[in-house]
């Protein structure tokens, strides 16, 4: 049994050390491409002032997908959010690197996208927009 435990705290503490393999201060360098589009603001602050084509990113990690109050967002966005497709660092790398294929994948049907920017390497604005929600 502290055999089972020991192998299953493991596992957890590699996941999570995983999950967070971005840089965040890169991140926040990177995230000037993103602030076209998007903003970065709680309630009682805004951490960086965007566009707003795109939704607040504040707290995104951890988010259903498609539920930012306000946001009009597209139908495949929010099939995947109904569906389940809840943000972590990882997925949210994965989708903005191509956004269609992602939900295409996600759906198992064709999916569009309203964002059509894609970003090779996500994972330090994943991992910087995981931190400033903290």
Known sequence: MNKLF?????????????????????????FRKCKACHTIASADETIIKGGKTG??????IGRTAGTVEDFRYGDSIVAAGEAGLVWTEENLTEYVADPKKFLSDYLGESAKSKMTFKLKKGENIATYLASVAE
Do not use: H, M, Q, R
């Not at 493991?10 to 965040?24: E, H, I, K, R």
């Not at 939704?55 to 995104?60: Q, S």
């Open 55 to 60: 939704p607040n990113l504040y707290g995104v």
């Open 6 to 30: 020991a192998l299953t705290a493991a596992a957890l503490l590699a996941t999570s050390a995983a999950a967070s393999a971005g840089d965040a201060a890169a991140g926040e360098k990177d």
